[in-house]
């Protein structure tokens, strides 16, 4: 990969709120933890992380909502629509994390991993190699709360 590379754009169903980030990433991962699959209504989110100063809401100040789904952690997602874009936490502080299934560019890596998989919906079957981290992980400390 260069060092310059395009930015990752992305946004929700209706439009409204759209963003930019510059690469390179920080990390993608498929999340199964249970605040996440009720959130986006989905057996599991993929997320993947940028330096907040790296990241710009291009469009929808207005229409992004922020709902705060733990003490530490909250979710942003469009008040018209619904779509549920980012997540940002003081378990990981200075990021953002986008839901790779908002962009519409490529980005610069491949998820790495599962992580939260004893919470995982017991109706999905992870079909890959990539490691798996379970809630009890070290690795996972920060995002238990
Ligand atoms: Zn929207
Ligand atoms: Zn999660």
Redesign the pocket.
């Known amino acids: 990969m260069t060092e310059h590379q395009d930015p990752i754009i992305g946004g ?6 759209s963003y930019e980030a510059e690469p390179p990433t920080l990390f993608c991962a498929h999340c199964h933890c249970r605040w996440c699959r009720r959130a986006h209504g989905a057996a599991f989110v993929t997320w993947f992380g940028v330096p907040e100063e790296r990241f710009r809401l291009v469009e929808g100040v207005e ?1 992004l909502r922020w709902y705060q789904s733990s003490t530490r952690s909250r979710r942003g997602f ?1 008040g ?2 619904g ?1 549920t874009l980012l997540f940002a936490s003081t378990s990981s502080p200075g990021e953002m994390h986008i839901a790779l299934a908002t962009v519409d560019t490529p980005i610069d890596r491949e998820p790495a991993l599962h992580c939260f998989v004893d919470q995982k919906a017991p109706w999905w079957h992870i079909d890959d190699d990539l490691p798996t981290l379970p809630t009890d992980s070290p690795a996972l400390a920060h995002y238990r709360d």
Do not use: I, N, R
């Open positions: 929700c169903l209706c439009g409204a709120v229409d469009c018209t629509c779509t």
